[in-house]
Structure formats: C-alpha cells, structure tokens
C-alpha cells in the first residue's frame, strides 16, 4: 500500500498570503496524484489530478507541481472561502490511498 | 446536473448488515466506474472499494475484504455496497463517488452528500 504523508498537520495564515501544501509518498506514484478539498459538513471537491490539472470550474490560485514521491499543492493568494481541509490520494494502483489531511486555518 | 444521492445508513449492532444505495442521475451511469469512500468521525477520507461500469472488476480495501461486497445496476442507474459482519470501527459517513471520465479511473469529480453508519451496541 502506497502511504501519503501530508505536512503540515495545519497551516495558520492570513487570506491573501500564499499556501503550500506537501504530499510525500512512499513509493513512486508517477503523476498519480489528486487533491481535494474539504469543508465541515461537505463532501471533498477535486481541485487538481495527475499532479497538475485543474479540474473543471477551479480557480487558477489553486496549482499543484511534482512527481514521483514529492508533491505540492500551492494556493497562490488565499480567499476566505479557502479556509478547509486539504486531502492528496494517489491512483498509481487500484488500492487507492488517501493523505492524512491538511487544516489550512485562519491565523 | 450530476447527481449521487446515498441511502440506507443508520445504526446497527456489531455482527450485523446494511446495504447502502446511491442513486446517480445526470450522467450515462453505466460508462463510469464507480467507487465507495468512508470517513470516521473527526478522520481522514478512507477507499473502500471500486466497480468498473460493467461490473468485470471489483477491488476492496483491505478491512473491506470478505465482509462488504459492492454491486451495481446499470438499468436503475444505481450503486451498492452491501455491508456484513460489522464493527464499531466502521462507524463512518460513506461517499459514493464518481470517476472523472471513462478513461480517468481512481480521480473523483462527482461525490454523494454521505449516509452515516453507526455501529454500536
């Protein structure tokens, strides 16, 4: 099984300054790499698959870079609404696996 | 409009079943594979099992395996997942979800609201 790690646990920043978000795998996903986004009570909307695409209506202050084990979601300059969970899972084999999550918070 | 509509959760004892229902609608179903997502309470998002759209392939996580078996009807455009032997540790609010095209398997674009299932005695 391929274990995501995400760091930080939580990022406290301020709307309008920049995010970046680390997901690191155990072995090499290639460009398998989705991230989601979370808020309480929602269910997760994909924001970016195989590494770098941005899926349909996300805004462009959303990019994410990497491949292999090494992986970053950015958010360029954050919006209130940006304020939630963030998930990384890769999809490189059919046992799917999930990141433990990153809380970007309000500082 | 895409739509998942999860059905079926609840309490029930340990050892016991559930079967839980998503309805789809707004996309050809049967193109699709399709697959089930749990989160426990206050937890991390969890894979448990995936369906290819005419049903040829099935995959479970690990803890799934031999206790929950997944399914679909193309005709009533609907996903399965029937639940056996179950414990407190799969207390969870289970997704349905839909891959993001045929060719684009294991990435969710489309996501149900969630049933929660609570096993406790």
């Known amino acids: 099984e391929v274990v995501l790690t995400q760091s930080p646990a939580t990022l406290s920043l301020s709307p309008g300054e920049r995010a970046t978000l680390s997901c690191r795998a155990s072995q090499s996903v290639s460009n398998y790499l989705a991230w989601y986004q979370q808020k309480p009570g929602q269910a997760p909307r994909l924001l970016i698959y195989d590494a770098s695409n941005r899926a349909t209506g996300i805004p462009a202050r959303f990019s994410g870079s990497g491949s292999g084990t090494d992986f970053t979601l950015t958010i360029s300059s954050l919006e209130p609404e940006d304020f939630a969970v963030y998930y990384c899972?890769?999809?490189?084999?059919?046992?799917?696996?999930f990141g433990g999550g990153t809380k970007v918070e309000i500082k | 409009q895409v739509q998942l509509v999860e059905s079926g959760g609840g309490l029930v004892k340990p050892g016991g079943s559930l079967r839980l229902s998503c309805a789809a609608s707004g996309f050809t179903f049967s193109d699709y594979y399709m697959s089930w997502i749990r989160q426990a309470p206050g937890k991390g998002l969890e894979w448990i099992s995936y369906?290819?759209?005419?049903?040829?392939?099935?995959n479970y996580t690990d803890s799934a395996k031999g206790r929950f078996t997944i399914s679909r009807d193309n005709a009533k455009n609907s996903l399965y997942l029937q639940m056996n032997s179950l414990r407190a540790e799969d207390t969870a609010v289970y997704y349905c979800?839909?891959?993001?095209?045929?060719?684009?398997?294991?990435?969710?674009?489309?996501w149900g609201q969630g049933t929660l299932v609570t096993v406790s005695s």
């Open positions: 899972q890769q999809r490189s084999n059919w046992r799917l696996t």
């Open positions: 369906i290819s759209s005419t049903s040829g392939y099935t």
């Open positions: 979800a839909r891959d993001l095209s045929p060719v684009t398997t294991g990435v969710f674009d489309y």
